[in-house]
């Protein structure tokens, strides 16, 4: 539940210190994501101890620790103390932007199952309270509607389905990491989505790779296709870097949504107490006459943690897209779990601009 990683990880150092027994000096602690160890931070415990009072102890304590890749994760560290499987479910308000100052309100409800380490059913269920967005208007792309009739999701769903998905999350080799989800994969598009990450936990740079099936569904939110009849295969290579004090680069490279080939860039800056902010751009090979007036992809984000908010430790947030318009070129499906941000929290990269939080 902690949204800062050090924290986690300095609170169960200091809980092993107090409960293990003295012949114990060295702690291995493996975070684990969606039933996937994302890194092992070793700290011995002699450290711990004689530091706990010292001056600028984080500092101090951060050149005695090491980060590394962590491997397999043992069976019996997942599965005989009531883990698996789990069940967790949220309702919560929410809010979805199709452009600047139109869009929606409404509650959004989610579950979750684990159904044992690295399997996840999950789905999500929206209720609009109100909303502006005028379904009516008349797509000016020659492209497939794959964005552009976004209004009449919003209009003729109420209350939809927007995902129930089975995902498999793996380690399938030292610093790599897998995901294949397969479902309703988001409020628009159904299919399945496969997904590779090369991440080395000390490294600025990772790198992915993404492939889709998806076929377009029905407007009304329910489980049909009928009404577009189009499915496409798509796909993306990414190169992620981290440059340091939260600035995050991502490049996309491939096959989106409506058939189009190009490229989006993306920037964010992810701050200490969890707000992140960040814009991205698309270019592709649709002509001029097939954009309509949206053009291209692109947009600005953010994703505000709610911790102020609840006064007590979640790492839910509320995130928010504005976008000019739902732009058929360069569209990427939505799909929930992709690695690279769970897998980092867990990194240096993350790891050291908070690590302050390790003794709190």
């Given at each position: 539940?902690?949204?800062?990683?050090?924290?986690?990880?300095?609170?169960?150092?200091?809980a092993l210190s107090n409960v293990m027994p003295a012949s114990v000096e060295v702690f291995e602690i493996v975070p684990v994501v969606n039933g996937v160890g994302a890194s092992k931070v070793t700290i011995r415990r002699s450290d711990l101890e004689c530091l706990e009072f010292a001056a600028d102890n984080a500092t101090a304590l951060r050149e005695r620790v090491t980060i590394t890749d962590a491997g397999p994760v043992p069976e019996y560290a997942l599965g005989d103390d009531g883990l698996y499987p789990k069940f967790r479910w949220s309702l919560k308000p929410a809010v979805r932007m199709s452009e600047p100052l139109k869009g929606d309100v409404g509650g959004?409800?989610?579950a979750s199952f684990d159904l044992q380490p690295g399997l996840v059913l999950s789905g999500s269920v929206y209720g609009r309270v109100y909303g502006n967005t005028d379904g009516s208007d008349p797509s000016g792309s020659s492209l497939p509607h794959v964005r552009s009739d976004g209004g009449l999701y919003a209009e003729h769903g109420?209350?939809?389905l927007e995902s129930l998905t089975l995902a498999w999350f793996a380690?399938?080799?030292?610093?790599l990491y897998s995901r294949v989800t397969i479902g309703y994969l988001e409020r628009m598009h159904a299919g399945v989505s496969g997904e590779l990450l090369w991440k080395p936990a000390d490294s600025k740079l990772a790198l992915g790779a993404e492939l889709n099936y998806t076929k377009q569904r029905d407007t009304d939110g329910a489980f049909g296709f009928g009404e577009y009849n189009y499915d496409i295969v798509t796909g993306h290579v990414s190169a992620y870097y981290d440059f340091g004090n939260g600035y995050l680069g991502q490049l996309d490279v491939g096959r989106y949504l409506a058939g189009d080939v190009g490229a989006t860039l993306s920037f964010d800056r992810v701050f200490v107490n969890g707000w992140r902010v960040g814009a991205f751009a698309t270019v592709t090979d649709a002509s001029d006459a097939a954009l309509?007036?949206?053009g291209y992809d692109k947009g600005i984000r953010i994703?505000?943690?709610?911790?102020?908010?609840?006064g007590n430790q979640t790492k839910n947030s509320l995130g928010l897209t504005l976008r000019p318009g739902g732009s058929d070129a360069g569209a990427k499906l939505d799909v929930d779990g992709r690695l690279y941000d769970s897998i980092r929290d867990y990194h240096t990269g993350a790891l050291d601009p908070e690590w302050g939080r390790v003794w709190r």
């Open positions: 539940r902690i949204d800062a990683a050090a924290q986690a990880i300095g609170r169960t150092a200091r959004r409800l989610t109420d209350v939809a380690r399938p080799g030292e610093n309509g007036e949206s994703s505000i943690p709610l911790n102020w908010a609840l």
